[in-house]
């Protein structure tokens, strides 16, 4: 304890003392050089120096006390070479008694290090990343004690700070140093939400900038941050009871638990905090560190259990900070950034300004990808370490017609896209023109074109598009988006309002279609080791029918005596069929019988989802008033390709001679028997497919609400019977896709695709 210098007097004073050199201003480099000056006076150190990181990755010597002062701005590290490459690599402390021993040690003849053994140095982090590394020299071997090493990551981590805000050095100086990410990027990921849209990136969760870092009372903030850490065991407590639904799978919580009680988590907070840190500063302290160590980690275990760190560390801090999440003001143009959301996490953003959604992981049907088509949000998912490589504030494009995100694009390429954008306005405008005409084929066929919806936000659609109804209402998406189980009274509120809102224009509500991987957090749900053949949908609802009784009986209720079309997801036998409408004909009855009117009229149908039933159609269409194929799951089971895993899923072709056999005989069947048959899955809203379908003879095609506009331009532009006449020699074909030449016939046809 000889020499301890800093830690006696502790960082506040020093950082005081700092603070005092820097009013005087003067020019950048002598601000560097008093910083470097009074930590070594502060640490009894002979050596100080700063290294900052240059756009490509080197490290520079930008000020040193005690090393030569022409090796500043001469002295530059490779990543990854010596010890402050080390030190950038690990993301934390390096404390070494005798640093030349090292074998990463990497001597720099410039610097005249030579008679110095002791070395620690510390990553200056932001946001995670190291934008800089601090170190102090000793010429006697030693170890430097646990509270240096603390004092000197307290130091830089104001450093990094006052690097970023300008105040160590002028823009200019700041300009080549990478602070974070600042070059353009490209990132490839899937599309979830189509659409166009540049603006600003809002990271969902964004560290809560610690207003204050320093704090005047140690023993207080240590207070401060017990108290929070507690209120976060309780809530999680509270969330694995389940008392409070939180949308967060149990193991995630569990694994939450885990952490909020960890020594490890909770001495590093402490040990900040007693540093002279708020407990705000603290957290995001101790999360840099977490951040930077586990960035080398490949193993996709660790990354999660990372994310779990990270998501503890915003709950902390928000508990800090009395913040609830969301709901914060966004600027014009807001990109949302987020690893992935949760329930209802994107309707507590304002919408006017909400222009588009990247995340890192997520699939088709999360959340949040059909809550952004429901508004409209452009949205492109699994862009692998989007987070990592984009800051708040950035500018960005979001293209979710080829599936990417550009990252602070240059100029020219914002100019492109605006124009791409423009364009696309225009093709917009167009299709609203189309709205009210009908949707005719050139030789007089009348096409009947729906909406898919699924959320009372999915209801101004109906007006724009001009759709003729909602040919699929998925009725899970309430129980998705809700922290809790929809009540009797919430779903009769919500069927009423889509009633209303289509004003007389049918709506097929198509009961729970749960299960498989659409798991709800608030339903105990046993793992599958095939949950697409698994327990889901109208087997459920048949096997534990008293959730399917209240659905029913608030679709009845809802009616209140008008036209209601029910529909079953993922009927595979027709006595399962049977079972359901006899479950719907029992809760008419039971409505009457308290005086209530029965739905007039009542249809009920089923969706053409599993293969079986294509071969049993003779059987099953006289039991229902209407099908609809849902060709998404049809074409997974037919396919046996997994449509939520992209490795297979773009294996097959609907355009194809056997998924458009298939789907021709169906039509076929419904017309002998005179039964009415929809198309409502994906296809049925692209150009192309939809061409394919109305040329085997479907007349019903219900779509999202993106596809409503092209599909009527291509229908207006069909004549049918020739296309009809090309498409059925097509399929005689004996590839396995028939894309291409279904698209020239198309063009042969002049179809406006
Ligand atoms: C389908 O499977 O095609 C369908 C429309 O239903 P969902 O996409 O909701 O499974
Ligand atoms: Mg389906």
Same mark, same amino acid.
């Given at each position: 304890?000889?020499?301890?210098?800093?830690?006696?007097?502790?960082?506040?004073?020093?950082?005081?003392?700092?603070?005092?050199?820097?009013?005087?201003?003067?020019?950048?480099?002598?601000?560097?050089?008093?910083?470097?000056?009074?930590?070594?006076?502060?640490?009894?150190?002979?050596?100080?120096?700063?290294?900052?990181?240059?756009?490509?990755?080197?490290?520079?010597?930008?000020?040193?006390?005690?090393?030569?002062?022409?090796?500043?701005?001469?002295?530059?590290?490779?990543?990854?070479?010596?010890?402050?490459?080390?030190?950038?690599?690990?993301?934390?402390?390096?404390?070494?008694?005798?640093?030349?021993?090292?074998?990463?040690?990497?001597?720099?003849?410039?610097? #005249?290090?030579?008679?110095?053994?002791?070395?620690?140095?510390?990553?200056?982090?932001?946001?995670?990343?190291?934008?800089?590394?601090?170190?102090?020299?000793?010429?006697?071997?030693?170890?430097?004690?646990?509270?240096?090493?603390?004092?000197?990551?307290?130091?830089?981590?104001?450093?990094?700070?006052?690097?970023?805000?300008?105040?160590?050095?002028?823009?200019?100086?700041?300009?080549?140093?990478?602070?974070?990410?600042?070059?353009?990027?490209?990132?490839?990921?899937?599309?979830?939400?189509?659409?166009?849209?540049?603006?600003?990136?809002?990271?969902?969760?964004?560290?809560?900038?610690?207003?204050?870092?320093?704090?005047?009372?140690?023993?207080?903030?240590?207070?401060?941050?017990?108290?929070?850490?507690?209120?976060?065991?309780?809530?999680?407590?509270?969330?694995?009871?389940?008392?409070?639904?939180?949308?967060?799978?149990?193991?995630?919580?569990?694994?939450?638990?885990?952490?909020?009680?960890?020594?490890?988590?909770?001495?590093?907070?402490?040990?900040?905090?007693?540093?002279?840190?708020?407990?705000?500063?603290?957290?995001?302290?101790?999360?840099?560190?977490?951040?930077?160590?586990?960035?080398?980690?490949?193993?996709?275990?660790?990354?999660?259990?990372?994310?779990?760190?990270?998501?503890?560390?915003?709950?902390?801090?928000?508990? +800090?900070?009395?913040?609830?999440?969301?709901?914060?003001?966004?600027?014009?143009?807001?990109?949302?950034?987020?690893?992935? +959301?949760?329930?209802?996490?994107?309707?507590?953003?304002?919408?006017?300004?909400?222009?588009?959604?990247?995340?890192?992981?997520?699939?088709?049907?999360?959340?949040?990808?059909?809550?952004?088509?429901?508004?409209?949000?452009?949205?492109?998912?699994?862009?692998?370490?989007?987070?990592?490589?984009?800051?708040?504030?950035?500018?960005?494009?979001?293209?979710?017609?080829?599936?990417?995100?550009?990252?602070?694009?240059?100029?020219?390429?914002?100019?492109?896209?605006?124009?791409?954008?423009?364009?696309?306005?225009?093709?917009?405008?167009?299709?609203?023109?189309?709205?009210?005409?009908?949707?005719?084929?050139?030789?007089?066929?009348?096409?009947?074109?729906?909406?898919?919806? #699924?959320?009372?936000?999915?209801?101004?659609?109906?007006?724009?598009?001009?759709?003729?109804?909602?040919?699929?209402?998925?009725?899970?998406?309430?129980?998705?988006?809700?922290?809790?189980?929809?009540?009797?009274?919430?779903?009769?509120?919500?069927?009423?309002?889509?009633?209303?809102?289509?004003?007389?224009?049918?709506?097929?509500?198509?009961?729970?279609?749960?299960?498989?991987?659409?798991?709800?957090?608030?339903?105990?749900?046993?793992?599958?080791?095939?949950?697409?053949?698994?327990?889901?949908?109208?087997?459920?609802?048949?096997?534990?029918?008293?959730?399917?009784?209240?659905?029913?009986?608030? +679709?009845?209720?809802?009616?209140?005596?008008?036209?209601?079309?029910?529909?079953?997801?993922?009927?595979?036998?027709?006595?399962?069929?049977?079972?359901?409408?006899?479950?719907?004909?029992?809760?008419?009855?039971?409505?009457?019988?308290?005086?209530?009117?029965?739905?007039?009229?009542?249809?009920?149908?089923?969706?053409?989802?599993?293969?079986?039933?294509?071969?049993?159609?003779?059987?099953?269409?006289?039991?229902?008033?209407?099908?609809?194929?849902?060709?998404?799951?049809?074409?997974?089971?037919?396919?046996?390709?997994?449509?939520?895993?992209?490795?297979?899923?773009?294996?097959?072709?609907?355009?194809?001679?056997?998924?458009?056999?298939?789907?021709?005989?169906?039509?076929?069947?419904?017309?002998?028997? #005179?039964?009415?048959?929809?198309?409502?899955?994906?296809?049925?809203?692209?150009?192309?497919?939809?061409?394919?379908?109305?040329?085997?003879?479907?007349?019903?095609?219900?779509?999202?609400?993106?596809?409503?506009?092209?599909?009527?331009?291509?229908?207006?532009?069909?004549?049918?019977?020739?296309?009809?006449?090309?498409?059925?020699?097509?399929?005689?074909?004996?590839?396995?896709?028939?894309?291409?030449?279904?698209?020239?016939?198309?063009?042969?046809?002049?179809?406006?695709?």
């Amino acid at each position: 304890m000889a020499d301890r210098g800093l830690a006696l007097r502790g960082p506040r004073s020093l950082l005081r003392q700092i603070r005092e050199a820097m009013a005087g201003g003067g020019p950048a480099q002598a601000r560097l050089d008093m910083v470097v000056r009074i930590i070594a006076a502060s640490m009894v150190a002979e050596v100080c120096s700063i290294y900052l990181r240059r756009a490509s990755g080197d490290m520079e010597l930008f000020a040193t006390e005690g090393l030569k002062p022409e090796a500043v701005h001469v002295t530059r590290l490779r990543p990854g070479e010596g010890l402050v490459g080390e030190i950038v690599r690990l993301g934390r402390p390096l404390n070494l008694s005798d640093a030349p021993q090292h074998p990463r040690f990497a001597y720099r003849p410039e610097t #005249g290090e030579d008679p110095y053994h002791a070395f620690l140095g510390v990553p200056l982090l932001r946001g995670g990343r190291t934008v800089g590394v601090l170190v102090v020299q000793n010429r006697t071997s030693r170890h430097y004690e646990e509270d240096e090493v603390e004092d000197l990551q307290t130091i830089s981590m104001v450093l990094a700070e006052m690097v970023a805000g300008g105040e160590l050095m002028g823009q200019e100086e700041l300009k080549d140093i990478e602070l974070a990410p600042h070059r353009p990027e490209r990132l490839k990921g899937a599309r979830f939400a189509d659409g166009l849209a540049f603006g600003t990136a809002v990271l969902h969760d964004a560290p809560v900038a610690p207003e204050r870092l320093l704090s005047e009372n140690p023993a207080a903030e240590e207070a401060r941050l017990h108290a929070a850490v507690e209120v976060l065991r309780a809530q999680i407590d509270e969330m694995l009871e389940g008392h409070h639904l939180s949308g967060i799978p149990y193991e995630v919580l569990e694994t939450y638990k885990m952490f909020a009680h960890d020594r490890g988590w909770n001495r590093a907070l402490d040990e900040a905090v007693r540093s002279g840190l708020t407990a705000e500063a603290a957290v995001e302290r101790v999360r840099g560190e977490q951040r930077a160590r586990f960035a080398q980690a490949r193993d996709g275990y660790i990354r999660e259990r990372l994310h779990d760190l990270e998501d503890l560390a915003d709950r902390l801090l928000r508990i +800090l900070m009395g913040e609830t999440p969301g709901g914060r003001a966004l600027p014009e143009n807001a990109i949302l950034v987020a690893r992935n +959301l949760g329930p209802a996490d994107l309707l507590e953003y304002d919408r006017t300004r909400l222009k588009g959604l990247l995340l890192e992981e997520g699939s088709t049907a999360s959340h949040a990808s059909i809550v952004a088509r429901a508004l409209g949000i452009p949205c492109v998912g699994r862009l692998e370490g989007l987070r990592d490589r984009i800051s708040e504030g950035d500018p960005v494009i979001v293209d979710a017609e080829t599936g990417e995100a550009l990252l602070r694009p240059r100029a020219d390429v914002v100019e492109a896209f605006k124009a791409r954008a423009a364009l696309r306005a225009q093709r917009r405008a167009e299709f609203a023109k189309l709205r009210d005409t009908p949707a005719l084929t050139r030789d007089g066929a009348r096409i009947t074109l729906l909406m898919n919806a #699924g959320l009372a936000v999915d209801l101004d659609n109906l007006e724009e598009t001009g759709a003729e109804g909602i040919g699929l209402f998925r009725t899970e998406f309430q129980f998705m988006v809700s922290e809790e189980l929809p009540r009797l009274k919430a779903q009769t509120e919500l069927y009423a309002k889509v009633l209303e809102a289509a004003g007389g224009r049918p709506v097929t509500f198509r009961t729970l279609d749960l299960g498989g991987d659409k798991v709800l957090p608030y339903m105990q749900a046993e793992r599958e080791d095939n949950p697409a053949l698994g327990w889901r949908a109208v087997r459920m609802g048949l096997d534990r029918p008293a959730l399917l009784r209240m659905q029913l009986r608030a +679709l009845i209720s809802a009616a209140g005596g008008r036209e209601l079309r029910i529909m079953f997801p993922l009927v595979a036998t027709v006595d399962e069929f049977r079972a359901a409408r006899a479950m719907v004909e029992q809760e008419v009855a039971w409505a009457q019988r308290r005086g209530r009117p029965a739905p007039d009229p009542l249809r009920v149908g089923a969706m053409i989802e599993a293969p079986s039933l294509v071969w049993h159609l003779d059987a099953l269409l006289p039991l229902t008033d209407f099908v609809s194929v849902g060709t998404n799951d049809l074409m997974q089971y037919m396919f046996a390709a997994d449509r939520g895993n992209p490795r297979v899923s773009d294996r097959y072709d609907p355009l194809s001679p056997p998924a458009l056999r298939a789907l021709a005989a169906i039509q076929a069947a419904c017309a002998e028997t #005179g039964t009415s048959v929809s198309v409502c899955g994906e296809v049925a809203g692209r150009p192309l497919e939809a061409f394919a379908l109305v040329a085997i003879g479907f007349e019903r095609l219900s779509m999202p609400p993106a596809g409503a506009g092209p599909v009527k331009r291509m229908i207006l532009s069909l004549d049918r019977e020739a296309a009809s006449r090309g498409v059925h020699t097509l399929l005689r074909s004996p590839a396995s896709s028939i894309r291409n030449e279904i698209e020239t016939l198309a063009r042969k046809l002049n179809v406006a695709l």
